[in-house]
């Protein structure tokens, strides 16, 4: 069985560098995901984007497309 690092606070060093290899995050990168849901009853168009770190969210509802 794999040993796990210890993740305690304690443990952390400020300004360490970043280095994961499967999630290299690169200063001042913003990651941003966007969604669409249609409500079956009316068919309104939800959509909501967010960006990581949070600069903008915006939620808003748009007029079916027919």
Wanted: proline share 15%.
């Amino acid at each position: 069985m794999a040993i796990l690092p210890d993740f305690s606070a304690a443990t952390f060093i400020p300004g360490a560098p970043i280095n994961n290899p499967y999630l290299p995050l690169i200063p001042g990168h913003v990651l941003s995901y966007k969604g669409d849901e249609i409500a079956p009853e009316t068919g309104d168009i939800t959509r909501e984007t967010t960006s990581s770190p949070p600069r903008q969210r915006s939620k808003y509802a748009e007029s079916p497309r027919r």
